[in-house]
């Protein structure tokens, strides 16, 4: 019993260890901002709450049949980051190119219908912003790594699990409080971050792409 609750406390920091960094809940508030604008709090915190549910599900889901979905299409952890990245250049240029005024940035109500926020807190900010393809690759990648290891599948399983609670955590802590930046800031302040992170998401959307036309193409060994 005690080594098997070794086991899952082990594998969960190292699944928590590997994808918290990744992700960085963090530095994604300033752009979840940005892609709620005209949110009350109580909507913010219900799109928050949805991003962490459904992170955890695509996280989960990774670790324990991402291979095996990736092997029946035939699909390589290079093309899903190739896809992913031009999925966050599209979404980061949507950004920098709409028009953003602080008013509708600060604006007290919420102008967003339960629709809306059933659709937008899964494309795209659960999925490429929140969940991108680094995150799903390392998600496959522990999967398959805890699956070659000789661990019990039920430690394995419930590691896992208990990892991606503890990153999902994060994730609705990080968005759920994102708004008080807004009273920090101020409305210049909150636009002049807002069009920043917008670079920095366009910026990492075409690292992730070179990433997986490098993997895809060797494009390092052909520069060499």
């Known amino acids: 019993m005690g080594d098997t609750v070794a086991t899952v406390i082990r594998i969960a920091m190292l699944a928590f260890a590997a994808l918290l960094p990744l992700i960085n809940p963090p530095g994604l508030a300033p752009i979840f901002l940005s ?22 599900v695509l996280l989960v889901g990774a670790m ?13 952890l290079a093309v899903v980051k190739m896809a992913g990245g031009l999925l966050v250049i599209a979404s980061a240029w949507h950004l920098i190119s709409a028009e953003q005024t602080p008013d509708s940035t600060i604006a007290t109500a919420s102008s967003m219908s339960a629709e809306h926020i059933a659709t937008t807190s899964f494309y795209p900010l659960t999925f490429p912003l929140t969940i991108g393809p680094g995150a799903i690759s390392v998600a496959v990648t522990l999967g398959a ?8 599948p039920l430690a394995a399983i419930l590691g896992a699990m208990a990892g ?12 759920r ?16 971050l807002l069009r920043l992170s917008a670079f920095i998401l366009l910026s990492i959307g075409v690292q992730i792409l070179c990433d997986g036309l ?9 520069s060499n």
């Open 164 to 175: 991606v609670v503890m990153v999902s955590a994060a994730i609705y802590l990080s968005f």
């Open 145 to 152: 790594g805890i699956r070659d290891h000789d661990v019990p």
């Open 35 to 56: 892609m709620t604008p005209g949110a009350s709090d109580p909507t913010r915190t219900t799109i928050a709450r949805r991003i962490a549910q459904t992170s955890f």
């Open 177 to 192: 409080f994102a708004s008080r930046l807004i009273r920090v800031l101020g409305r210049t302040g909150t636009v002049v």
């Open 64 to 76: 324990l049949v991402g291979s095996y979905v990736l092997i029946f299409f035939g699909l390589s």
């Open 214 to 222: 490098i993997e895809r193409f060797g494009l390092l060994q052909a």
